[in-house]
């Protein structure tokens, strides 16, 4: 046991000797309040009075009233705008009159809204997780009505970074969706002989105490340590744009005095390691993004041969060998993958060998994937003519490998 694992479960020991909350008078008799006022089976004719925030009094007893802020002891999801829960009354930015909102998907009708929530609770009572994650509610209103209904199932835990956060420390390194990502943090629990005996408020209890340092931690930086696992359905489009050359403008300081250098030095090994992992994530998506395709366009045959070729042979000039689901040809996927998602803006770094692959190479692909960490991350297919046509254009010289021989 390593020095990390000694002072964790010296931590566990002695938490387990504080009390129990959730079996307090007062956890009880809240949670029994609302089960009372908001039993599952009143949901399936909620009306939105009794549902939504915001209309006159009667709002402060409402069913996202009572998740969002009766139930504070339940977790906090507070800090996001009253949109997470598909409708609410009241006033929206600039505009001040009181009337309804809504969210997108609603298509302005309750009967959306009130059938997402039954969804949900059909779904969390199944553990159906494909189906909780698809689940159009906001993800930490979502979680939060899970926990209540369901504590013992699901984790009081409504930030996914934190829930990431929480599993790195642990020793997790790949990254679920939310839902699934919690009940990895429960198999760690119920893995643990002290813990096993814990109920899950007092699990999320010791995790916020034990970590206590995830609260100031950056969101972004979290998600850059941690970048999630990306499922297999992707936006997929192929090029159909102009492609031109970036004009690079010149920018000059009006005062050369106001202008002071800050001393910088990259972490050179960190963001290596950060771009060999968003690089494996790309490259993974690809994978099983053609895997998909074939076998639903009902070639399973090809399906099998898909390879991830640049995981034993850098030397091919290309990451994925597919095939086309038509003609059977192959396909020589080349994965270029950012974190970004400005989605018309295309930048990344080609190889010499690739470069030849490209000028040369009939069945090769540049996939260029946006938003890989995102919820809606996309693979745009590049226009190989117009990269060949355009290729001393569009690139720039980054690196220069400088060769002499010198004489005695």
């Not at 969101?219 to 744009?241: A, H, V």
């Not at 993974?284 to 053609?290: N, Q, W």
């Not at 009939?362 to 060949?388: D, F, H, V, W």
Request: aromatic share 14%; hydrophobic share 30%.
């Amino acid at each position: 046991m390593t020095n990390e694992q000694k002072a964790l479960q010296k931590a566990i020991d002695e938490y387990n000797e504080y009390p129990d909350f959730s079996q307090s008078e007062e956890y009880i008799s809240l949670r029994n309040e609302f089960l009372e006022k908001f039993p599952i089976k009143s949901l399936e004719t909620i009306t939105i009075e009794q549902y939504a925030l915001g209309l006159d009094d009667t709002y402060k007893d409402s069913f996202c009233y009572w998740i969002e802020t009766k139930l504070q002891m339940f977790g906090d999801i507070h800090g996001s705008t009253a949109a997470k829960f598909g409708v609410y009354f009241g006033k929206r930015g600039d505009d001040v009159e009181n009337k309804w909102r809504w969210t997108a998907w609603t298509n302005e009708s309750f009967d959306e809204v009130r059938n997402e929530l039954n969804y949900l609770i059909m779904a969390g009572n199944d553990m159906d997780f494909d189906a909780i994650e698809k689940n159009r509610l906001s993800k930490m209103f979502k979680g939060k009505i899970l926990a209540v209904y369901f504590p013992d199932r699901y984790l009081n835990i409504y930030s996914y970074e934190h829930v990431k956060y929480f599993l790195k420390q642990l020793g997790v390194v790949e990254y679920p969706p939310v839902e699934l990502a919690k009940q990895k943090l429960l198999e760690i629990k119920n893995s643990n002989g002290v813990m096993r005996a814990w109920n899950n408020l007092k699990f999320s209890n010791f995790l916020y105490t034990y970590f206590s340092e995830v609260k100031r931690k950056d969101t972004e930086e979290i998600n850059e340590e941690t970048p999630e696992i990306i499922g297999k359905t992707l936006t997929f489009q192929k090029s159909t744009g102009e492609y031109r050359a970036i004009e690079q403008a010149q920018s000059v300081p009006s005062n050369k005095n106001e202008t002071k250098h800050k001393p910088y030095k990259p972490d050179y090994q960190k963001a290596s390691e950060y771009k060999q992992k968003t690089g494996r994530e790309g490259e993974i998506a690809v994978l099983d993004f053609e895997k998909e395709t074939l076998a639903a366009s009902g070639r399973q045959d090809l399906a099998d041969k898909v390879t991830h070729v640049s995981e034993y042979d850098d030397s091919l000039g290309y990451d994925i060998l597919s095939f086309d689901p038509i003609t059977g040809k192959e396909k020589h996927i080349e994965v270029k993958t950012t974190s970004g998602t400005k989605n018309s803006f295309v930048d990344f770094y080609i190889t010499d060998n690739e470069l030849r692959h490209l000028a040369d190479d009939s069945c090769y692909s540049i996939y260029y994937i946006t938003g890989i960490y995102g919820n809606n991350p996309k693979i745009k297919e590049l226009n190989m003519e117009q990269l060949r046509n355009k290729i001393a254009e569009l690139s720039s010289p980054v690196l220069y490998k400088v060769s002499f021989s010198e004489s005695d």
